[in-house]
Structures are given as C-alpha cells and as structure tokens.
C-alpha cells in the first residue's frame, strides 16, 4: 500500500480544522450544513435535496441508437455505420451526435434517427488528418476539436466538416516545465490548456513489486494542467487503483497476474462555469474542487454510512469481471480472484462527470447487489446534493466501466445521457436516454 500524500495530510488537517468550526445551517436547515476554514467552503450533506422517487428520471428506452445494428428494424441496421473504439462523444446544439473512432481513425457525425450524416478526417500526416486520434472536445456551438496521438496535435474542425486550424503541441516545452507527464492527455479544457498524469514511480514500488496474494494500491499519480505558456498547476498527489496480484498457479498463462479490486481508485472530471476541477480519491466520501489553477476553493462531503460488500453482491462482481474479459476477447482464468479479501464495504465513488449545465454526477455502489456501481447521485454546481438516479435501466455486467474515468466516454446535458454499450460480442452502441428533471 502506497503512503499517504503530504497533500492528503494536509486535507486531513484541513477538514479537522473545519470540524471544530461551528456548523450553518444549509437552505433547509437540516440537510446540508455548510464550514468555512481559511477560505474553503465545506459542504456536508447529511441527505439529498429530493428524496427517492421524487427527482429526476431516466427513460426506461433508448431515445437515440447510434451503429450497426444486426436485427432488421434496428435504428441503425446498417453494417456500414459499425463503430468501435469510440473515445469521444458530444450532442450538438442541432441534435446531432458525434462519435470519434480512434481505430477507425474518424469523426462520425449522426442524426438522432441513426442515420449517418458524415464523417470528418482520416488517417495520415496532412492538414485535417490523424494519426490514432484519442480526444474529442465540443466548443459549443460549431467548433469539434480532436487531439491526436500522443499529443501531436490539436485539429479544430466546424460543424460541417472544413478545417478551420490546427494547433501543435510543443513536447520539448512540455517535458521540461513537466518531466514525467503522461504521454496522452486525461483531460482537455475549453481554453486549450489540458490535464496530464504525472506517474510517481518510487511511490508505486515498481522496484519492489508486491508478491501474489497482495493488495496494493497502482500507479499513483499527480494530475497537472498545463496551460498555453506551458506552466504547470498541479492539484497534488492521488492514490491509484487498487489491484489485486493473483496467485501465480490461478495467472498462469496470462502476461499480467494483475487485477482490478472494486475500483476503488482516483477520479476527476473538469466542467462548470466559472471551470473546476474536481478529484476524488480511493474510500472517501469527499470530493475536492479545485480552481484551474490548483487552489482548493471547496470540499464536498457525506456523511452516509457506506454499502456493506455481502458475499452475493462479491460474487455477482467477480462475475461481472469475468464476462468484461470475455467481451473484449481477453478472458481471466478461472480461479484468478482465489484468496482476494472481501472488502466490508464498495466505495463512495466509482466515476465523476460534470454535465453541460456545470451539475456534477457520483457514479456509486448501491445496495442492490448487482456486483458494479448502477446509481448516481447529482450535486449542484455549489455542492449541494440533490438526489438519486439509476445509472441506465437494464445495466449489465458490459457497462461496468461506463463513464469510468477518461478511458470510456459519455455525455450528459440537460435532456440526455450519452454512454457507450457493449452486446455480449463486444459490438459497440452508442446509446442515448432521455433525462426527465424536476425542476
């Protein structure tokens, strides 16, 4: 296990401080109480705003289906339209979705019937061409900006297809101000700044690997901005994901005896107006909003008591896991899980996206036991949270990462949620659900 962060120490002082305080009372007196401790606000939500069955919905049918489809009378049956690797998702201001491939090497512009309406790009070296494209960024109303490989470049097309410029970015500039940034961007912001992950291999214990049969925390990372000047603005250190090391007899076979435990893991999603960054990290139930220049102006707490991990809902997750391999033609070996501790409770946060009206999402565990995160819980831009929602009606085990992180797309907006979906052949969809909200 990874040591705390000088950071995370810091918040931990932080939030003590803030605790000794005297509490205010939020809007309503009993929900929410609000702290201020040298000048970050701390919101602590005893309960949502709206109570079950009194907040927003999401239709129990797909409104838009965007791919091939393999049933006649499909909303899109054509094998033509078969998409994959999607790596960006946005709904423009008319409607239309567009979908960035980065093995088709494409942007696909769709109608909302599933019809395709075009495609922009293809790959190569020119003006308006990509090499393996890997970000796709909507600049309402007309601008869609594609960062390629490793960021080489940033291609800024309009809505209709043309080219309006290109942007290259400077990698010498980048290493020196941040030497051991990522080598794709996690995160692009609006302005052309981007976030990168800083990898702290030392802290991670790459030279001193756990041995089978051990937890241990992967990889853990600095998220830093980097801005046109190329200056640096970190928001600290974060604990990786947490994975398990299989026991050589159970990984025999398979290259990386490594696998995931319940994500417990960092996350962070940028939106909102004015701009914020927001971080979780591993089992606690807070969020950390920071400026896009890395000051802590807010923290965003719970105090609900977590979701006990029973023996069926360990079981329907490694099942999950199971059937994940499977669809991606990579299937664990049985027994690979033998000897992982059961975990007392799943955490507080399994993905974070803020919506295009700045409202930001917690994807998390319920009490169902499914075996994987299917509710989310919606706060307001100022912390406050609101209620609860299923994550899709009819979630299976092949949307286990939807929304997860930077590494599976969607969108959300004010009338619709946006996610990737997987049949059992890995076939992908592009699907979209209509949001119903109450106010």
């Not at 991670?204 to 690997?209: I, S, T, W």
């Not at 398979?254 to 940028?270: G, L, M, N, R």
Request: one cysteine or more; charged letters at 25%; hydrophobic letters at 40%.
């Amino acid at each position: 296990m990874s040591k705390p962060t000088i950071l995370a120490t810091i918040f931990t002082i932080i939030l003590a401080a803030a605790c000794d305080r005297p509490s205010v009372p939020g809007a309503n007196g009993t929900g929410y109480t609000v702290h201020d401790s040298a000048g970050i606000e701390i919101v602590v939500n005893h309960t949502p705003e709206h109570p079950a069955g009194q907040f927003w919905t999401i239709d129990p049918e797909p409104e838009i289906v965007l791919g091939g489809d393999e049933y006649p009378g499909g909303a899109a049956n054509d094998s033509a339209q078969l998409i994959w690797d999607v790596v960006g998702i946005a709904r423009l201001t008319d409607g239309r979705v567009a979908i960035l491939s980065t093995e088709g090497q494409r942007l696909l512009l769709f109608e909302a019937s599933g019809k395709l309406s075009g495609t922009i790009g293809r790959v190569g070296e020119g003006p308006g061409e990509f090499i393996r494209p890997e970000r796709l960024q909507y600049l309402p109303p007309d601008t869609l900006a594609v960062w390629d490989y490793h960021m080489t470049s940033v291609i800024y097309f309009a809505t209709d297809g043309s080219l309006l410029r290109e942007r290259t970015i400077d990698r010498a500039a980048l290493r020196e101000r941040v030497p051991n940034a990522s080598e794709s961007v996690l995160m692009t912001l609006p302005d052309g700044s981007f976030i990168v992950g800083v990898i702290d291999r030392k802290a991670a214990g790459v030279d001193n690997e756990p041995g089978p049969g051990s937890t241990y925390r992967w990889w853990p990372e600095e998220y830093v901005r980097v801005d046109h000047d190329y200056d640096a603005h970190s928001f600290g250190k974060w604990g990786g994901m947490e994975m398990w090391v299989a026991d050589n007899d159970a990984a025999a076979g398979i290259a990386d005896p490594f696998v995931p435990t319940f994500a417990v893991d960092s996350h962070i999603a940028v939106g909102g107006d004015p701009l914020s960054v927001y971080i979780s990290d591993g089992g606690r139930n807070e969020i950390l909003q920071f400026s896009l220049d890395g000051e802590l102006v807010r923290i965003i707490r719970r105090t609900t008591d977590p979701v006990s991990v029973t023996d069926g809902s360990h079981r329907a997750w490694m099942d999950a896991m199971y059937a994940m391999g499977e669809s991606f033609g990579e299937p664990l070996p049985p027994g690979i899980f033998d000897g992982m501790p059961r975990k007392e409770s799943h955490p507080p946060v399994a993905g974070l996206v803020v919506d295009s009206e700045g409202y930001l999402w917690v994807r998390e565990w319920s009490a169902s036991g499914k075996g994987m995160p299917d509710q989310w819980s919606v706060f307001s831009p100022w912390g406050r949270w609101l209620g609860v929602l299923t994550v899709l009606p009819d979630h299976r085990p092949l949307d286990l990462f939807m929304c997860y992180k930077f590494f599976v797309p969607c969108w959300v907006d004010r009338d619709m949620f946006l996610t990737v979906r997987r049949d059992e052949l890995g076939v992908e969809r592009v699907e979209g659900y209509r949001v119903r909200r109450a106010d």
